[in-house]
């Protein structure tokens, strides 16, 4: 099993900036692949960026150039660098571990971005 605990979600300007964490704890054995995901309100979830053990990098296209993923392995700790946010990017951020076939999320973090 493993267990994820988030924070730095909150509110922000459009134009701000946040930093979000997730820190994973338990049965952590590499390689796995650490992202995170947004569900908006009546909308699917969806991939905002993840980062594999050899810190290869995939950013979903809304978010790229504005959005910065890091992890920190001997932490087992993932940080979302969230720049020049937009009211579009309101929604719950999801943490997610992934080691075939396993997948574990995060309780969810609310950003809310006014403009």
């Known amino acids: 099993q493993v267990q994820l605990v988030e924070s730095g979600g909150g509110l922000v300007q459009s134009g701000g900036s946040l930093r979000l964490s997730c820190a994973a704890s338990?049965?952590?054995?590499?390689?796995?692949?650490m992202g995170w995901y947004r569900q908006a309100p009546g909308k699917q979830r969806v991939l905002v960026a993840s980062?594999?053990?050899?810190?290869?990098?995939n950013y979903a296209d809304s978010v790229k150039g504005r959005f910065t993923i890091a992890r920190d392995n001997v932490k087992a700790t993932v940080y979302l660098r969230m720049n020049s946010l937009k009211p579009e990017d309101t929604a719950v951020y999801y943490c997610?571990?992934?080691?075939?076939?396993?997948?574990?999320w995060g309780q969810g973090t609310q950003v809310t971005v006014s403009s």
């Open positions: 980062i594999t053990s050899g810190s290869s990098t």
């Open positions: 338990g049965s952590i054995f590499s390689p796995f692949t």
């Open positions: 997610n571990f992934r080691r075939a076939p396993y997948d574990y």
